[in-house]
């Protein structure tokens, strides 16, 4: 009994709890032709309609909204039809199963290949870059993704267009519902294609249509493919157009056309991304570096002071996008766009480091000889001070361009013009340095200009006038939060100090005219004499002045308050004491009063003053 049980259970063919192998096999053939069957079934319904047709756009699709649940099944189908495949390849090498099963699959990848170019034309609108973006952020900010209905988890959702407003509230605009579905779509396409092995079909179609959208929106946004020798030889007033335009169209391109594209590329292709990066380098990657190497052209341009701006707006542009540029382009594959993007960046910055050298030495260059005709403002003032005012509105990126180069020059600034000799490394005193430097270098040029005029009051008088402007200047632009209110403090100071000397220097004389003692006893004669040595010194100093020009209105009055309190009071005790005394009218030739209006009518520029005041025959006023 032993024997017989141990053979008996020994034996295989007889063992009750193992299937046949034969079984097994039958089992799995069974169900492996089942899905070859199911696929025949819906793969060539779908194929019989337009089959023949040319025209991908005429098909009618199988992604439509009334057939969305066919196209769940078709996809499975194609899925099913890949496990059948694997299977006689690996059983049945031979089998006819096999050869129905691959033709299916030909045919299901041709119909796919269509219904991927149709969804990508006829959904142009709504796959655009900013409706793309749109719909990322929309996604984004809702916590949730733009779920394919193919998923999953999306159970019936395919049935019906409602679904992803059913998921996602009103919130969703028809724009954002249409672009949803059809990068869906899109994806579902393209995941199958590939795990069937025809991913090179589908991306070769993507790359034509979505290649020809971004070079037709780079064209629209007046992007032009121009050569160094093109930007070269082009007037100067034609390229501020063209850099005008560039500086538009780089935010568009980047933030909403390139960004875009790489969200719709990362979406469809995120099956491989090796598949979606090849897709993004070739789609934009021509159009990027056309886009960035005109910065770098136009910095290869004759670099004067009057380029400047245009330049550091060049600059900006690029500098401002750059975070959204290294990380859209952030593939090996984009790595020349990037590199283009720091090499404009490197060329412009050079160019404004080469306009800042130009620009200090056309100020220390200054050689004019011929003094400011009344002295007032000189141009060389007005011009490098708005030109220093517009720069600091650009103090951001100027701190990046000059950041690490050194001042043209070995002369540290002086202690008592801009306040420590201790200046601090870094960009946030680098650019107040420059821009202090730059002003002191005018204002060197400005104390040898007022040495051309040969009365020292009017010397002091034009310096004052000069530094009240730059002052100004600098309070009144974005120069205040550089330079410091301890700066504009000082400097005040000194433009009230150079007041004071062109008071001392121009009515000295005047006032030593007027007797010190006015207690002491005078003649008639002796009153006289004083009388007319004050006429003659008054008369003397106004006419001489009364072409000179203090713009500043609030300086013009400070001066001439200041002088009118020393003079009139002086002359006034002297006219009390001694008006009396004078026989002959026509020696006193002013009242008190006469002085104050005289010198109401200075610094306007015209030689009698700003009214028709002029000298009588007897020296008073005539009116």
């Known amino acids: 009994m032993r024997t017989m049980f141990f053979k008996q259970s020994g034996s295989p063919s007889s063992s009750p709890m193992r299937s046949p192998p034969q079984q097994r096999h039958t089992f799995s053939a069974n169900l492996m032709d089942e899905n070859i069957e199911n696929a025949y079934s819906i793969i060539t319904k779908w194929d019989s309609h337009d089959s023949s047709s040319a025209d991908y756009c005429s098909l009618t699709s199988l992604f439509a909204a009334e057939n969305r649940q066919e196209a769940k099944q078709y996809l499975n189908s194609v899925k099913a039809l890949q496990a059948a495949m694997q299977y006689y390849i690996t059983e049945k090498p031979g089998s006819d199963k096999l ?27 709504y796959l655009d870059a900013e409706s793309v ?47 949803m579905a059809a990068m869906a779509d899109l994806k579902a396409i393209a995941d199958c294609m590939i795990a069937s092995g025809y991913g090179k079909e589908c991306v070769k179609i993507y790359k034509i249509v979505r290649k020809s959208i971004v070079d037709e929106s780079l064209y629209h946004l007046r992007v032009e493919s121009l050569s160094v020798a093109q ?8 390229l501020e157009i063209k850099i005008k335009s560039w500086i538009n169209a780089v935010k568009v391109a980047v933030k909403t056309l390139f960004y875009g594209e790489r969200i719709l590329c990362d979406h469809v292709f995120s099956a491989s991304s090796t598949i979606a990066e090849n897709c993004f380098s070739d789609i934009t990657k021509e159009g990027a570096l056309s886009l960035f190497v005109f910065p770098e052209n136009v910095a290869k341009c004759k670099k004067t002071p009057d380029k400047m701006f245009k330049i550091l707006d060049l ?14 382009f952030n593939f090996e594959s984009t790595s020349a766009v990037r590199s283009q993007a720091v090499n404009s960046l490197i060329g412009l910055g050079e160019a404004v480091r080469t306009m800042l050298t130009e620009f200090e030495a056309a100020i220390s260059k200054d050689n004019s000889k011929t003094p400011l005709p009344g002295g007032g403002v000189h141009p060389l003032t007005r011009y490098v001070m708005n030109y220093i005012s517009f720069l600091a509105d650009y103090s951001g990126v100027l701190s990046d361009i000059v950041a690490d180069w050194p001042l043209t020059t070995q002369t540290s600034l002086p202690e008592s013009y801009f306040g420590s000799p201790e200046i601090e490394d870094g960009a946030s005193t680098t650019i107040p340095v420059r821009f202090a ?21 009017q010397s002091y008088l034009f310096l004052s006038t000069n530094l009240q402007y730059v002052v100004s200047k600098v309070r009144t632009s974005s120069l205040r939060f550089l330079m410091g209110d301890d700066w504009i403090e000082k400097h005040e100071t000194k433009v009230r100090q150079y007041a004071q000397n062109y008071e001392r220097m121009g009515w000295s004389k005047v006032l030593a005219s007027l007797p010190e003692d006015l207690t002491a006893a005078m003649t008639v004669n ?63 030739r002013y009242t008190p009063d006469d002085l104050g209006n005289y010198l109401s009518d200075l610094f306007f520029g015209n030689s009698s003053g700003s009214s028709s005041t002029s000298f ?8």
């Open 526 to 588: 002796q009153a006289a004499e004083l009388f007319n040595r004050f006429n003659s010194a008054f008369e003397e100093s106004y006419m001489k002045q009364s072409g000179w020009v203090v713009p500043d209105g609030k300086l013009r009055d400070e001066i001439k308050l200041s002088v009118a309190k020393k003079l009139v009071p002086a002359y006034r005790n002297f006219y009390e004491n001694f008006r009396p005394v004078v026989r002959n009218p026509g020696t006193v």
């Open 231 to 238: 930007v070269l030889k082009m007037d100067w007033d034609l």
């Open 315 to 328: 600059y900006e542009a690029i500098a401002d996008q750059w975070p959204e540029i290294e990380s859209i």
């Open 99 to 125: 050869v129905k099963a691959q033709t299916l699959m030909q045919i299901a990848m041709k119909r796919l290949e269509k219904e991927f170019y149709q969804i990508l034309k006829s959904n142009r609108d």
């Open 616 to 623: 009588s025959s007897h020296g008073g006023k005539s009116r």
């Open 437 to 457: 430097w730059l002003i002191l270098v005018l204002l060197c040029k400005l104390d040898g200009k007022a040495m051309l005029y040969k009365d020292v009051a």
């Open 133 to 179: 973006s749109s719909t990322h952020s929309s996604r984004v900010s809702r916590s949730s993704g733009a779920a394919s209905v193919f998923s999953e988890d999306s159970g019936d959702e395919s049935e019906n267009d409602g679904s992803l407003s059913s998921r996602f509230g009103d919130s969703v605009t028809e724009v954002e519902r249409v672009s």
